[in-house]
Structures are given as C-alpha cells and as structure tokens.
C-alpha cells in the first residue's frame, strides 16, 4: 500500500478522468469545481472553454460519435446545469457514452437560497441513463468507475456525476491504488453479449430461406463498429442494406448492395421495404422518421429485430423475431452459422440483387438535373452532389438538425463502410453544427471534417467560432443560407400555401463577413460552380476554420427533400408542392 496523499476532491476526478485516458473535455467553470479545473491545469489534460454548456455537450457527444470513446464535458451548478440538458438528450437517444460533471451547492447552505441553485437533481435525470451524486470524497474513485460502466454498456449514454462543493473542496488521503482506472470500461461498447443460439439459428434460417429480404441498419451499428460485419453479412448473402440517417454507412453508400435512406425520404429503399419477405433490423429503434410515421414496414411482414437494447422489441413495430445482442457479435455468428450454405444463396439471390442495383442507376439517373442544377440560388441537391464528388473517403460530414441532415442523409453518399455521416438524430436540435465540428476536428485531426449547419442553427451558436479559432482548428462550416428557419417554413408552406408564414423568416446576413471578423476564412457562394473551388480552399485547413456562406433557395417549395422523379413520386403516393 502507497502512502497516502491528502488530495481535494477535484484532484481526485481530474486523476480518476487521467487514469481513464480521458481526451478533449469541455466545459465553463464555477466556483464549484475550481478544484477540479486547478488539477487540471497541473496534470496538463486537454480542457476547452466553451461559450455555452450546451455546446460543451455536443462537442463531446460528437467526439464520442466518431472515436467511440468517452465524451467529457463540465458545468457548474445552476445555469450552467440546466442548460446541459438538450445536449444530454441527444446523446441519451443517439447512445453516445459521455460523462459530465457538474458543480453543485454546498450541502451545509443548500436549500437556503444560495446563489444560482435550482432543483438540477430532478431536471437533471431524466435527461441521462444515469445520475449519480458524490455524497462523500472518498467515493470519488468509486463512482468514476462507476460511472464510466454504466456510460459505456449495453446501449451506452450520458452519466452525470453531480460534485456538491464541499465534496469537490473538501480533501481526503488517497493512496494511488485507490486512484485505479477499469480499462474494460474506457471505450464503448465496453461489453458485448449476444442473443442465445437457438433464436440465432432461426434468424439464420429466415434469411436464407427469404427470396427478397433486405437489411434495415440504424446508428446502433456505428455504436457497436459493425459496419464491416454488415458488409462482409451483406455480400456473402447478397442481401441489399437500407439505412436510417444514423446508420448512413453501415455499408458504403456506393456499394452495389446500398438501397440508401429508408423513411420519410427515400430513393428506392421503401418499395424495396414493401416488396420483402423478410426484413432484418439492426440497431435500428425504428422511429418516426425511419417508419414514415409508423407507416412503415407494412402489417404482416417478417421482422427479425436486432438489438442491444429489449425495450425497442415491439416499441412501434412488431416483430417475428427478436434478437437481444451486440451487433457486431451477432452478426459475426449469423455469418459463421450461414458460410456453408451463402454459396448457394449468394447465387440464387443474385438476379434480386442485380434488380436493386439497376433501380438505383436509374434513380440516379433520374436525379441527375437536379443534382447538377445550375438553378441560383443554389439547390440543397447540387451542394450534396459537390460533396460527394469532393470530400475523400476518409472525410467526417456533420450534420446539424433541420433539412441540412434530411437533404444530406438522402443524398450524401459515404465512400467505405463506418461512421462517415455524423448527424444529430437523438434528439434532432439545431445548434449542431460548430461545436460538434469541433468535437470531430478534436476526434480525428487527420480526416477533413465538413459540417452542414442551417443560418438558423449557426445564430444559435456562433459563438464556437471563437472556440474553434481559439484552438487552431481547421475545419470547414457551410452556412445554409436561406434567411428562414427553412424547414419550419417548408412546413407551413405544405400546410397552409404560399404566403402562409409565421414566425419563420430570418434577416438576410452575411456570414463570410461576420466569420471574418472572427478571425475565421469566410467566403461567400451564390454561384453554384463557387461551390467546387470554395470546398477545396477550406480542405486546405491552414490551422482556422473556413466558413462557407452559402445563399440557397428561398423558395419554400423546394427546401424539403424531394428529388424523385414526378412520376416516382405520384407513384408513392407522397404529397409534393
């Protein structure tokens, strides 16, 4: 046993977050927690000022999202609390593993009407999959580990740590020991389980028995690094792979197997979904978007469920099968069970697969007006279609809430398999956009990262930019202008008409300028053919964020997703202005 050390309580987490191999963390301190911050500084940790907690979440959950790692942030009590919360419920819904401390009143005064304290307990929990409160400084180890268990297993999600001030000032002896990390728990998913063999080998002869079966993938795959399982399942099978948002490459969107979004948008996935004998779901939650508001899958069809989560089986929509297990695992075993007979159904299904691939070369042809439209100001469908032929393959796309991920999800097409696409579709907010380029700059400083951000989003939260300059960071925003919450006008404009509109028209700014003056590359695009050159300036980084203001269409009728063909889409049936 070491001889013990008298240590603050703050000292204690920075060195329990050390052991752990914490990365980047974010955050805006309080009196609180200057313990903390202090064994910070001493200890040298990657800590980060934010200019709003909320912002320290989605940087963190984005960072999470793409290393699979623990995310970090910090608030003080109060204010800097509450305005967590819609940070959390994002990476509550989406399953990213963060943990987040927050300063809380001094127990001898709480309940006194001490400065900014609130009720955060109570606001608080419903927000994370976990809460747990530091009542004593030696349990300081203890609830680190804790914590970084519960954040990382099963589905993972947010753990608050909440640190009263007398805990996070007061001192107790800690010998090292006492200051261990659990490197099983350091990354999610920290522990793997897979369904029992018997619903295996059902699932198994399921699908080799289905004529037109089709692979549903949502963002669990990314959660469980499954993508390649996905692909390597997908073509021993020749078994076509649609995605939600979230599962956007789960298998490349340019592999001949990709049947691309299914949902409310699509490009051929949904007929595929109504013409198949068996559907299989993998870490899919099959939600609004992803059912078309539960219209989707149709009543009677063959639905094998994957997934880490029981709650989900049967949540909107049946199923014939239900697998509790890891993604990655399960798969790999379905893999293993069907290999001496994929030979044989690889063959038989191949003219099936073939039909897939034709129906999206031609969908492709039939969007390609659209998708190089010189129409100004510039079409959602013809920036998609200049990300996709200038981002490489190893290239991070952010998308923030609104039409930017709804246009990017139908379009945007990943190059290899894994998470390429990094949308926020737990909770859908606007205000993604820069601080979670930050969180990806921060994540893989060796891809170029490009975020979608609406000019609604980004007044929201244009104060990362000075985050972002602060920190050298070198990624590329592309401001959707439109001077409109777009997708709240595109809305009441299929309610109510042309005209009809409240509440949703922005002034007209100019973002080049103002990123200018925020020490940020700002260009302004109205041409659709500036687009091209504009994207290879800001991939050349050269240590600042370029942002890329972009003027769109301010037509209501054309700010949803819909580039079917107008045959293809009387045929669905949808409503189109």
Same mark, same amino acid.
């Given at each position: 046993?070491?001889? !013990?050390?008298?240590?603050?309580? &703050?000292?204690?987490?920075?060195?329990?977050?050390?052991?752990?191999?914490? +990365? !980047?963390?974010?955050?805006? +301190?309080?009196?609180?927690?200057?313990?903390f911050y202090d064994a910070v500084r001493r200890l040298g940790l990657a800590h980060h000022l934010v200019n709003d907690e909320r912002c320290g979440v989605f940087a963190a959950d984005a960072y999470a999202k793409i290393t699979g790692r623990l995310g970090v942030c910090d608030a003080t009590l109060g204010p800097g609390a509450t305005n967590?919360?819609?940070g959390l419920v994002e990476a509550?819904?989406? +399953?990213?593993?963060? $943990? $987040?401390?927050? +300063?809380?009143?001094?127990?001898?005064?709480?309940?006194?009407?001490?400065?900014?304290?609130?009720?955060?307990?109570?606001?608080?929990?419903?927000?994370?999959?976990?809460?747990?409160? $530091?009542?004593?400084?030696?349990?300081?180890?203890?609830? $680190?580990?804790?914590?970084?268990?519960?954040?990382?297993?099963?589905?993972?999600?947010?753990v608050v740590l909440d640190v009263p001030e007398d805990v996070c000032h007061g001192t107790h002896p800690f010998a090292s020991e006492d200051l261990a990390a659990d490197p099983s728990v350091a990354a999610a998913p920290a522990r793997r389980c897979r369904p029992e063999a018997a619903a295996l080998e059902r699932a198994a002869d399921l699908l080799a028995g289905a004529r037109r079966p089709l692979m549903l993938c949502g963002g669990g795959v990314h959660i469980s690094g499954a993508a390649a399982e996905v692909t390597a399942l997908a073509e021993a099978l020749e078994l076509p792979v649609a995605h939600t948002m979230s599962g956007k490459g789960a298998i490349a969107c340019t592999h001949r197997l990709s049947a691309g979004l299914f949902g409310r948008y699509d490009r051929i996935a949904n007929r595929l979904i109504e013409e198949s004998d068996c559907l299989f779901v993998v870490g899919c939650k099959l939600g609004e978007i992803a059912t078309k508001r539960y219209a989707l899958p149709g009543p009677g069809k063959t639905l094998v469920h994957l997934d880490i989560l029981p709650e989900e089986f049967g949540r909107t929509t049946?199923?014939?099968?239900a697998l509790w297990g890891d993604a990655r695992e399960s798969l790999r075993e379905l893999r293993e069970l069907?290999?001496?007979?994929?030979?044989?159904?690889?063959?038989?299904?191949? !003219?099936?697969?073939?039909?897939?691939? @034709?129906?999206?070369?031609?969908?492709?042809?039939?969007?390609? =007006?659209?998708?190089?439209?010189?129409?100004? !100001?510039?079409?959602?469908?013809?920036?998609?279609? =200049?990300?996709?032929?200038?981002?490489?393959?190893?290239?991070?796309?952010?998308?923030?809430? &609104?039409?930017?991920?709804?246009?990017?999800g139908l379009l945007y097409d990943t190059k290899r398999p894994g998470r390429g696409f990094v949308p926020d579709r737990?909770?859908?907010s606007i205000g993604y956009g820069v601080p979670a380029a930050i969180g990806a700059a921060l994540a893989a400083p060796e891809r170029p990262v490009v975020s979608l951000t609406g000019d609604g989003g980004f007044n929201m939260t244009m104060g990362e930019l000075e985050t972002a300059v602060r920190l050298g960071l070198a990624f590329t925003l592309v401001i959707i202008n439109n001077a409109a919450s777009g997708?709240?006008? @595109?809305?009441?404009?299929?309610m109510y008409g042309r005209g009809a509109y409240q509440s949703s028209d922005l002034a007209a700014m100019d973002y080049a300028?103002?990123?200018?003056a925020m020490g940020c590359r700002g260009l302004r695009v109205e041409d659709p053919a500036a687009i091209a050159p504009a994207l290879r300036e800001g991939l050349r980084g050269e240590g600042r964020p370029t942002v890329i203001d972009l003027l769109v269409t301010r037509d209501p009728a054309k700010m949803l997703p819909g580039v079917d063909s107008r045959a293809a889409r009387v045929a669905k049936g949808d409503r189109i202005a």
């Amino acid at each position: 046993m070491s001889q !013990p050390n008298e240590m603050t309580g &703050g000292e204690a987490l920075a060195r329990m977050l050390q052991a752990h191999g914490v +990365g !980047p963390m974010f955050g805006m +301190g309080g009196f609180q927690l200057l313990p903390f911050y202090d064994a910070v500084r001493r200890l040298g940790l990657a800590h980060h000022l934010v200019n709003d907690e909320r912002c320290g979440v989605f940087a963190a959950d984005a960072y999470a999202k793409i290393t699979g790692r623990l995310g970090v942030c910090d608030a003080t009590l109060g204010p800097g609390a509450t305005n967590l919360v819609t940070g959390l419920v994002e990476a509550l819904n989406a +399953g990213s593993p963060l $943990v $987040v401390l927050t +300063g809380d009143a001094h127990r001898l005064h709480a309940g006194k009407n001490m400065t900014q304290e609130a009720r955060q307990l109570e606001i608080l929990r419903p927000a994370v999959k976990e809460l747990l409160r $530091v009542e004593e400084v030696a349990r300081i180890p203890e609830l $680190v580990r804790r914590a970084y268990a519960i954040a990382t297993s099963g589905r993972p999600g947010p753990v608050v740590l909440d640190v009263p001030e007398d805990v996070c000032h007061g001192t107790h002896p800690f010998a090292s020991e006492d200051l261990a990390a659990d490197p099983s728990v350091a990354a999610a998913p920290a522990r793997r389980c897979r369904p029992e063999a018997a619903a295996l080998e059902r699932a198994a002869d399921l699908l080799a028995g289905a004529r037109r079966p089709l692979m549903l993938c949502g963002g669990g795959v990314h959660i469980s690094g499954a993508a390649a399982e996905v692909t390597a399942l997908a073509e021993a099978l020749e078994l076509p792979v649609a995605h939600t948002m979230s599962g956007k490459g789960a298998i490349a969107c340019t592999h001949r197997l990709s049947a691309g979004l299914f949902g409310r948008y699509d490009r051929i996935a949904n007929r595929l979904i109504e013409e198949s004998d068996c559907l299989f779901v993998v870490g899919c939650k099959l939600g609004e978007i992803a059912t078309k508001r539960y219209a989707l899958p149709g009543p009677g069809k063959t639905l094998v469920h994957l997934d880490i989560l029981p709650e989900e089986f049967g949540r909107t929509t049946p199923a014939s099968l239900a697998l509790w297990g890891d993604a990655r695992e399960s798969l790999r075993e379905l893999r293993e069970l069907l290999a001496e007979r994929a030979p044989e159904i690889a063959a038989r299904r191949r !003219p099936y697969t073939e039909e897939v691939a @034709a129906r999206m070369a031609a969908w492709r042809e039939d969007v390609r =007006e659209r998708l190089t439209s010189d129409e100004r !100001p510039v079409s959602m469908a013809r920036l998609v279609h =200049e990300l996709n032929r200038h981002l490489p393959e190893d290239a991070l796309l952010i998308a923030d809430g &609104g039409f930017a991920a709804h246009w990017a999800g139908l379009l945007y097409d990943t190059k290899r398999p894994g998470r390429g696409f990094v949308p926020d579709r737990g909770f859908a907010s606007i205000g993604y956009g820069v601080p979670a380029a930050i969180g990806a700059a921060l994540a893989a400083p060796e891809r170029p990262v490009v975020s979608l951000t609406g000019d609604g989003g980004f007044n929201m939260t244009m104060g990362e930019l000075e985050t972002a300059v602060r920190l050298g960071l070198a990624f590329t925003l592309v401001i959707i202008n439109n001077a409109a919450s777009g997708y709240v006008k @595109a809305l009441q404009h299929l309610m109510y008409g042309r005209g009809a509109y409240q509440s949703s028209d922005l002034a007209a700014m100019d973002y080049a300028r103002i990123a200018e003056a925020m020490g940020c590359r700002g260009l302004r695009v109205e041409d659709p053919a500036a687009i091209a050159p504009a994207l290879r300036e800001g991939l050349r980084g050269e240590g600042r964020p370029t942002v890329i203001d972009l003027l769109v269409t301010r037509d209501p009728a054309k700010m949803l997703p819909g580039v079917d063909s107008r045959a293809a889409r009387v045929a669905k049936g949808d409503r189109i202005a």
